[in-house]
């Protein structure tokens, strides 16, 4: 269905109306980038859009044909199957780069029509049998454990200027989402900078959500901060109050989301952690939003409660912000400088937690060593006991044999019956193989001691005589 039409009149009426109620600067350019494809999907103007849905809503129930509906859940189809995405090749040309959108990013797309019928009163709801399929997750981002810290030193370290240093750390250590960066100005800190305070207050207003709220950065932060600042004084930028805070590198304008974002890939894939092709994701999964969830789920892993998280994320909690920003603000404090080991980089602070890590899986191996070591010892005590086993059953068998020729030695006269006795030993002792493979000899001892009594009996008469 999708026809090439020149670009969307934003000067309709109905777009203007739509568009004027949307405050953020992001989601304002993401819905004319939903609606213009929508537009080329339909082969339709806004006003002919809203005049289509009015006269279907009108008709009898028994008529209506529900166009709107079956109209996005079309859309949905064509985003996911025969949209082809371009990218930029310079100089004005583009490249396919490849045919359909994810299922998440073509549900993103279907909710802002809504949103855009939604504006006049047209409902859509999307239910039942009509409810779109449910997006399989092809991108995971990373989220750090508390041993995984290193990881983000690993980022510090391959930064390329200490502006990034800067930006990467204000992400982790502050949980500060990558528009609301962009949007500091240098008075956002300068009064707390000035006064070397630890940990350092950011006290700003969330750019997508309209929210104000505060957030900390640990020492690490301060310090490539600080350095970032002096290095641009250095090159003779003046910092004032309404000075962005952070800069691109060329022609001192305020940096863009997308400047960090293409730094964040770069820095990615120098470590060492996602390959150019973002390890098969078709987003960068250790990007600033992976930093900032990681903050988050390291102060609510550590105790600290979930609305307190989100205030510091810029989450709107209601009322509960009013006493976080007055008479809470020292509980805040120290609750963050309790648990700003977690977020240290430098090895000079906290514990190292790659160290940590490193030792844990040595203590892991010593233990299955023992494991093995206490296994090994069972089989020799086992081995012992059968020896044993054996010793009993050869001196219990052969002892008295041994005592009886032991006797009949010292009798050297006697050397003729000893040798008999030592020929009948012979001839009645004999080797037997059992069933089981197990040797075992039969000697006729009863025969040997009546023959020991008769030796013994013939000495006496002698010493008679």
């Not at 949905?76 to 090749?89: G, I």
């Not at 100005?185 to 006064?195: F, P, S």
């Amino acid at each position: 269905m999708a026809t090439k039409t020149q670009d969307a009149n934003w000067e309709d009426p109905i777009l203007k109306r739509w568009l004027g109620n949307i405050v953020n600067k992001s989601t304002f350019y993401n819905s004319k980038s939903a609606f213009r494809l929508y537009s080329r999907f339909t082969g339709m103007t806004a006003s002919q859009l809203i005049d289509e849905a009015i006269e279907d809503s009108r008709r009898d129930p028994r008529k209506r044909e529900d166009v709107v509906l079956h109209r996005l859940i079309k859309f949905y189809e064509w985003l996911t199957t025969e949209y082809v995405q371009k990218k930029t090749a310079g100089k004005g040309k583009t490249k396919k780069v490849k045919k359909g959108v994810s299922g998440l990013s073509a549900e993103m797309r279907v909710n802002v029509i809504r949103g855009f019928y939604s504006t006049f009163d047209i409902t859509v709801r999307m239910k039942g049998k009509h409810r779109l399929p449910k997006s399989k997750v092809e991108n995971k981002r990373i989220v750090f454990k508390p041993e995984d810290v290193w990881k983000v030193k690993a980022l510090v370290d391959h930064a390329r200027t200490p502006r990034d240093r800067a930006i990467v750390l204000f992400h982790f250590q502050g949980g500060l989402d990558v528009s609301t960066l962009c949007d500091l100005n240098y008075g956002d800190i300068a009064e707390e900078l000035e006064k070397n305070s630890h940990p350092l207050k950011v006290e700003t207003m969330r750019v997508k959500t309209g929210v104000e709220f505060y957030t900390f950065v640990g020492q690490d932060a301060i310090d490539a901060l600080k350095a970032y600042l002096a290095d641009m004084k250095s090159r003779g930028v003046e910092f004032t109050n309404k000075t962005p805070l952070f800069l691109q590198e060329r022609g001192k304008k305020r940096l863009k989301t997308h400047n960090i974002q293409t730094m964040m890939k770069d820095l990615a894939v120098r470590a060492g952690f996602v390959t150019e092709g973002n390890n098969g994701n078709s987003f960068n999964p250790l990007g600033t939003h992976s930093l900032r969830e990681s903050f988050g789920s390291l102060m609510i892993n550590s105790g600290v409660p979930d609305t307190i998280v989100d205030f510091w994320l810029g989450h709107a909690i209601g009322d509960m912000a009013k006493a976080y920003k007055e008479t809470q603000f020292e509980n805040l404090k120290k609750m963050y400088l309790e648990r700003e080991h977690l977020l240290a980089v430098s090895s000079s602070k906290g514990e190292n937690e790659r160290t940590r890590a490193e030792v844990k899986e040595v203590k892991d191996d010593l233990y299955q060593l023992h494991l093995k070591n206490k296994k090994l010892s069972k089989e020799v005590e086992s081995l012992k006991a059968q020896i044993g086993s054996m010793y009993d059953f050869v001196h219990k068998n052969f002892d008295p044999l041994v005592k009886f020729v032991n006797a009949i030695s010292e009798y050297p006269e006697f050397e003729e019956a000893k040798i008999k006795l030592m020929e009948a030993r012979a001839e009645k002792g004999r080797i037997r193989i059992d069933e089981q493979d197990k040797p075992e000899m039969e000697v006729d001892v009863e025969k040997m001691k009546r023959d020991y009594r008769k030796v013994k009996k013939m000495k006496e008469n002698q010493s008679n005589i």
